[in-house]
């Protein structure tokens, strides 16, 4: 079972779009898919119609309940959904408390192994217990970078953290919301990001699609399935997934 987060420290990145995506596409490819909103906003939830409650929380995130009870059903084969949860705002202070604050999300992972050939975390915005947690839990970190200048400043805060911390986790950022008409985002994009993360080639664009997702609650490829933004996340999943499997 591979573990990818989509992350970010920074909100507005892009981070749900494309993780509800790359899950709706690993699942069409016949991948058992599991994605795990971990947002208190609950916005992949909120594109998959689902209730963004999940009944005792605090229970799942203390290990006192397994995840797979969480674990709801999408209307797409091979792909489920832990729903986001506004009680996630307590994650911090729930992980902190254990002996070991950083592993907690492996340990709720781990029995799903057996069930799903992918999971993908979709990521709260934040550097936090959490986070370290997601980080130590993944197999890889793809982070949407919009092509700016404090954007790129926030991936090298990142990578900072990661060799400080000894985590493993390798960093494959991708440039996110790109419109080509403005100067910096194609001199950013020109100048390539921190070489000890791995860009990913493939980019996407900022495109009525992709905000479109929140009103049609549903993956790109459910109602604009050959919309520029539907061929750059098909791109970048192939691109993500050739990785993984290498």
């Known amino acids: 079972m591979n573990i990818l987060a989509l992350y970010n420290s920074k909100g507005g990145v892009g981070k749900t779009a494309a993780a509800v995506n790359f899950a709706y596409l690993a699942a069409r490819e016949g991948r058992r898919t599991l994605i795990w909103d971990l947002d208190p906003q609950a916005a992949a939830t909120f594109y998959f119609r689902i209730k963004p409650r999940v009944k005792g929380t605090r229970k799942v995130l203390g290990g006192k ?47 799903m192994t057996a069930e799903y050939d992918l999971v993908i975390l979709d ?7 959490v986070s370290e947690n997601i980080f130590r839990a ?10 700016t200048t404090l954007s790129l400043r926030t991936l090298e805060q990142l990578l900072d953290f990661l060799g400080d911390n000894e985590v493993a986790a390798p960093v494959w950022p991708f440039f996110s919301m790109v419109d080509r008409r403005k100067r910096m985002h194609q001199q950013t994009m020109a100048a390539r990001p921190d070489p000890r993360a791995r860009l990913l080639e493939h980019t996407i664009p900022y495109a009525s699609p992709v905000e479109k997702m929140g009103e049609a609650r549903a993956p790109v490829f459910e109602f604009a399935p050959s919309s520029t933004a539907a061929r750059s996340f098909r791109d970048l999943w192939q691109e993500v997934n050739a990785r993984l499997e290498t």
Do not use: W
């Open 65 to 111: 309940r397994d995840l797979d009870e969480a674990v709801k059903g999408t209307d797409f084969d091979h792909l489920d959904l832990v729903p986001g949860d506004f009680d996630y705002r307590n994650m911090d202070l729930l992980f902190g408390d254990t002996k070991k604050p950083a592993q907690q999300l492996r340990k709720r992972l781990k029995p």
């Open 123 to 129: 990521c709260p915005p934040s550097m936090s217990v």
């Open 138 to 147: 993944a197999d890889a970190l793809v982070v949407p970078t919009i092509p």
